[in-house]
């Protein structure tokens, strides 16, 4: 089979190039949150603040974050944090979809790599 070195060979470049290029435009890591941002309505105790006491109660932004075994966490967000958070999880799933996708693609890689990689013996 002389043409399969060449179609491997080639397959091999091109999934390098799409993993390199992901690789170029991953998304910052810096500002990154996981989670679920919800919206709140809070409400005082019957006297404590005139907005609640007429049924109003306060909209907050809250940034849930689940963990194994099902127990989860709640932070309050200020008003100001919430665009913060949003873009931090926008972030985050972005970033791992791209893990996703660059560790896919090196799965592709492992298979794709025919005797080249097979000659440097085993070390022990
Ligand atoms: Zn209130």
Redesign the pocket.
Known sequence: MIFCDSLLSVTQEQIIRKRDSLLAQLPDARNILRGSLLDRT???STG?????DSG???AVSVLAIGYPGGRMHQISLRKEQAAHVKQGLENYYALKAALEEICELNQQLLRAKPAAAGKKGRKK
Request: aromatic share 0%; glycine share 18%; proline share 0%.
């Open positions: 809070i409400r005082h404590r603040c005139k907005r609640c109003g109660g306060h």
